[in-house]
């Protein structure tokens, strides 16, 4: 059993940067991929960004390449997305997920372990 907390959410303004933390509790995190999605207001939740369990492969949706990293702490169980360059269409509430040596790391539905939230804001 896995339990994920996010934070770090906030407001901010189109250029600026923010950092999501997501913090797991339970055993084994060093054998969990996992991901960022978000969901804006009356769509479906997107994937984001991913790292599989053995950190050999890091993959970003499109829009967000060259601004977002995601990294991980195996000893402190910490997962981060840190956001650069935030515009309007990064709003949404963002979502840490986690599955058991996840491949399908795109797929909303692989993961079995899901964050509460934290709303991202970007104003123009």
């Known amino acids: 059993q896995v339990q994920l907390v996010e934070s770090g959410g906030g407001s901010v303004q189109t250029g600026g940067s923010l950092r999501l933390s997501c913090a797991a509790s339970?055993?084994?995190?060093?054998?969990?991929?996992l991901a960022w999605f978000r969901q804006a207001p009356g769509l479906e939740r997107d994937f984001v960004a991913a790292?599989?369990?053995?950190?050999?492969?890091?993959d970003y949706v499109d829009s967000v390449k060259e601004r977002f990293i995601i990294s991980k702490d195996n000893g402190k169980k910490m997962v981060y997305l840190q956001m650069n360059k935030l515009n309007p269409e990064d709003t949404g509430v963002y979502y840490c997920?986690?599955?058991?040596?996840?491949?399908?790391?795109?797929?909303?539905?692989?993961?079995?372990?899901w964050g509460q939230g934290t709303q991202v804001t970007v104003s123009s």
């Open positions: 790292m599989t369990w053995n950190s050999r492969t890091i």
């Open positions: 339970g055993r084994f995190f060093s054998t969990y991929t």
């Open positions: 997920a986690a599955v058991k040596f996840g491949l399908r790391y795109r797929d909303a539905h692989e993961y079995d372990y």
